[in-house]
């Protein structure tokens, strides 16, 4: 039975804060070994900051941690991690944690990019370990900021963690041991400061003598090794030539003057041109050369535009050394490019651009983002072009130049057939409204959510600038609450900051627009500006979904109600179009039969195309053609079944290229002929009827939910 004076002390005991030596007493709850060097090459060469975390294990032991864990094996695994034949893993058995997922990274990233020291603060958080293992308390943060070593000794000293190393025990919950922990991490970060300058003062000082510091080595050079030190680590000669990237890199100049600067048309000429991969005598240079961030392919480096911009400015090329802003050293090292291409290259990639004239502002096309194409493994976006008359395009598999595109279709051959399909559909019914009101309440609310984030993100701003002149104010206690209420008043501003912002809604005066729109529809439809008719679509419809084989074009069209309509269109051969592009047999034949074959034999041999479109292309190659002096032209006499023919596809509005294809005539003689027998064209916006070329497949589809869950991107 207690006695009185028991009690008391017991009370007594209960009241009073503990001392130092319990705040520094192990074990406390359970041991966190976190083990970290700075880069792999540390990891391979210093085997004394490695042994270290063995040691780690073995004071844990001492200090009255239960595992099963034996130091002997824990070091010989880490050997093997140094020999990388070792994967770094969590190891967790009885009250010790070892991490040594960090091995290899800088102090100086983030948390987030530490697996080992996210875990670390997981752990914390949770309550589960009351102490930290390290070999000294500058492996835990070298954060150039000091913002997080602030985070993390208030962390620490929030759930009474031991700081243990092989020299102390240090509890932040101590003033005395807070200053010192602090004044460490700021050592610590000033220290790599300090290091920084010295380590570029060295880099500038090699520079000077033309040495290489550090940066990507130019396609067509490589680094000759030296030595190679007992570290690893390859000590490098000036840059010299390197044959078989020599003769890429001239090749590409001179097709880059050839084609007058323009990259596009370099790359067309080039096609899928490649470096040759480094053999294995030098595979060092895949991390050395400027070619690491290059397309790989199986034959080597798939040559870029950007790199041969960067190529044609490149004075290293010619034996000139630059970097930074010391002064360029002339005959450094071999050139692999001559002065005088060179010097053609670089006035070609620096000569100033066509100056810009006034932009012109054009309306949308009435499906300008609702059209996909749906080819691919994920749907495009469809870009629309204005120009002409406009046009639908999916540039997805013209990438860099190279390849053809995707589709690329006259506005006309979709504008008509789906806004008439959507209108023998659209009844101006409740639940039209419904969908606009619905679309009106959605885009208040976001403006709503808009103003509000700004206005919050504002009075932060204001709380962080009248806070700044209380940090430093010399007084630990106060700094201490000044930088928690600094650093949690950044987080909620940086996180409000990286929210999504939200769809864009259309404008409040654009719906009450789009409703008295609705009035005329559909007799009105095509008198109203094209703007407007897209606003009205895009109320009502998702998406539109196109699937395209040659000429023949289907059209699945999504309303945001759930219904569904599908029709299925046939194109005419479009005039002008990238897939009419000529192809390297049409260029062969042509160049072969050009010199000395006749009109008839040319277009015999290439269907589909004009004697203009073959004569253009010939003269942009500069191809000469032989003529004979004797006799004169005669021009072949038009037949009345032939002359017949060719008015009823004219009047007809057939293109002028299909009846120039067909008629095996020029388009001059075809104008020509129509002139002096006042033959009528129709008017172009007029074309075949729509019935000709257009169809719906079958009445509409009505679903009640989601009709695709296909990703998207555009």
């Avoid at 001392?19 to 406390?28: A, M, N, T, V």
């Avoid at 021009?635 to 032939?642: F, G, S």
């Avoid at 129509?674 to 009505?702: C, L, M, Y």
Wanted: hydrophobic share 30%; aromatic share 8%; with cysteine.
């Amino acid at each position: 039975m207690l006695t009185l004076p028991d009690i008391i002390d017991s009370v007594k005991r209960s009241q009073c804060k503990p001392d130092e030596e319990e705040l520094r007493s192990l074990p406390y709850k359970n041991a966190f070994i976190y083990g970290r060097v700075s880069s792999p090459a540390q990891v391979r060469d210093s085997r004394e900051s490695i042994r270290e975390i063995a040691e780690l294990l073995r004071l844990a032991k001492e200090d009255g941690y239960q595992s099963d864990l034996q130091p002997d094996k824990v070091e010989q695994w880490l050997q093997d991690i140094q020999k990388d034949i070792a994967d770094k893993v969590v190891w967790q058995q009885g009250q010790i944690t070892l991490d040594v997922r960090d091995l290899g990274l800088s102090a100086r990233f983030p948390g987030d990019d530490r697996q080992g020291f996210s875990h670390l603060l997981e752990s914390i958080e949770r309550g589960q370990t009351g102490a930290v293992y390290v070999s000294e308390a500058s492996r835990l943060t070298r954060d150039q900021t000091y913002i997080e070593a602030y985070k993390l000794l208030e962390l620490f000293k929030k759930h009474g963690i031991r700081v243990r190393t092989p020299y102390y025990v240090k509890n932040p919950q101590i003033p005395r041991d807070w200053d010192y922990l602090q004044e460490e991490l700021q050592y610590a970060i000033k220290e790599g400061k300090a290091l920084d300058r010295r380590l570029n003062h060295r880099r500038r000082t090699k520079a000077e003598r033309g040495e290489y510091v550090g940066e990507p080595i130019p396609a067509g050079f490589i680094l000759p090794v030296l030595e190679r030190e007992s570290s690893g680590q390859y000590k490098f000669s000036k840059m010299q030539p390197y044959p078989p990237h020599v003769e890429v890199v001239i090749r590409i100049l001179s097709e880059f003057v050839k084609q007058g600067g323009s990259v596009l048309k370099t790359h067309r000429a080039l096609g899928r041109l490649t470096y040759p991969y480094f053999p294995e005598n030098v595979s060092y240079m895949e991390r050395r050369s400027a070619l690491r961030t290059a397309t790989k392919t199986e034959s080597g480096y798939l040559v870029s535009p950007t790199m041969t911009r960067s190529l044609a400015t490149n004075l290293k090329l010619i034996g000139i050394w630059t970097w930074g802003n010391i002064e360029p050293i002339s005959n450094n090292h071999a050139a692999i490019v001559p002065v005088d291409l060179f010097l053609e290259a670089y006035n070609l990639a620096t000569r100033p651009g066509k100056p810009r004239g006034k932009s012109i502002s054009r309306e949308p096309l009435e499906w300008h983002r609702l059209v996909y194409c749906c080819n691919h493994d994920i749907p495009v976006r469809m870009s629309s072009n204005t120009t002409r008359g406009g046009a639908y395009r999916c540039e997805a598999d013209y990438v860099q130049g190279r390849g053809p595109a995707c589709l690329d279709i006259t506005a006309r051959y979709l504008d008509e057939p789906l806004t008439k399909t959507v209108l023998r559909q659209l009844d101006f019914t409740p639940l039209a409204e419904d969908v606009l009101m619905q679309s009106e309440a959605a885009g208040a609310q976001a403006e709503l959510e808009m103003e509000q984030r700004k206005r919050e993100i504002a009075r932060l701003e204001n709380k962080l600038e009248n806070l700044k002149p209380y940090l430093g104010c010399g007084d630990n206690k106060r700094e201490e609450v000044y930088w928690h209420l600094y650093e949690r008043t950044k987080e909620h501003l940086d996180e409000l900051r990286s929210r999504p912002l939200p769809g864009r809604a259309p404008d409040r005066a654009d719906y009450h627009l789009v409703r008295d729109f609705l009035v005329g529809l559909p007799r009105k439809f095509d008198t109203y500006p094209r703007a407007l008719r897209n606003r009205l679509l895009r109320c009502i419809i998702d998406r539109v979904e196109i699937r395209h084989a040659g000429q023949d074009v289907d059209a699945t069209v999504y309303w945001k109600t759930g219904q569904v309509q599908e029709l299925s269109i046939r194109r005419a051969r479009a005039k002008k179009n990238r897939e009419s592009r000529w192809s390297d047999e049409e260029l062969t034949i042509l160049q072969m039969l050009w010199p000395s074959s006749s009109q008839d034999a040319i277009l015999a041999a290439l269907p589909g195309r004009t004697w203009k479109a073959v004569a253009h292309q010939a003269n942009s190659h500069r191809w000469k053609r032989s003529y004979s002096s004797k006799g004169t032209v005669v021009k072949r006499r038009w037949k009345a079944d032939e002359e017949q023919r060719t008015k009823q596809l004219y009047e007809s509005g057939t293109p002028l290229q299909e009846i120039t294809s067909e008629m095996k005539r020029s388009r001059t003689a075809i104008l020509q002929k129509a002139s002096e027998n006042g033959w009528q064209r129709p008017h172009p916006e007029q074309g075949r009827a729509t019935t000709d070329f257009w169809s719906e497949k079958e009445s509409p589809i009505v679903s009640n939910g989601s009709t695709s869950g296909r990703g998207y991107r555009g």
